[in-house]
Nanobody, 128 residues
Framework: QVQLVESGGGSVQTGGSLRLSCAASGYTYTYYMAWFRQAPGKEREGVAS????????YYTDSVKGRFTISQDNVKNTLYLQMNSLKPEDTAMYYC??????????????????????WGQGTQVTVSS
């Protein structure tokens, strides 16, 4: 049974930082892991992804230079370091993983349907 368990969310003021963690268990390999977020009334959007065999990382434009995704293979944990937080970063953040075949293109990496494992989410609230 694959399990992804997020932690580290909370409430901060504009400009603050948070580090999200995602503890993974129950599977032997993945190609991509990612962090998605979903604000009330909005679609789920990918914010950062990592190609796990090489640790190559990808970011959506709105978080480039502020967020950093990383992995600790010994601890089987995915991280999202979030700095210079803004009110528009307020959302439920989800960890996702996939062991499906390599994507056809990067658009697929940003699609929630590419991922077959999800965590329960952790809330991030940024106040102005």
């Amino acid at each position: 049974q694959v399990q992804l368990v997020e932690s580290g969310g909370g409430s901060v003021q504009t400009g603050g930082s948070l580090r999200l963690s995602c503890a993974a268990s129950g599977y032997t390999y993945t190609y991509y892991m990612a962090w998605f977020r979903q604000a009330p009334g909005k679609e789920r959007e990918g914010v950062a992804s990592i190609y796990t065999p090489s640790s190559r990382t990808y970011y959506t434009d709105s978080v480039k230079g502020r967020f950093t995704i990383s992995q600790d293979n010994v601890k089987n944990t995915l991280y999202l370091q979030m700095n210079s937080l803004k009110p528009e970063d307020t959302a439920m953040y989800y960890c996702a993983a996939t062991n499906r075949a390599l994507p056809v293109n990067m658009k697929e990496v940003w699609s929630p349907s590419y991922y077959n494992y999800w965590g329960q989410g952790t809330q991030v609230t940024v106040s102005s």
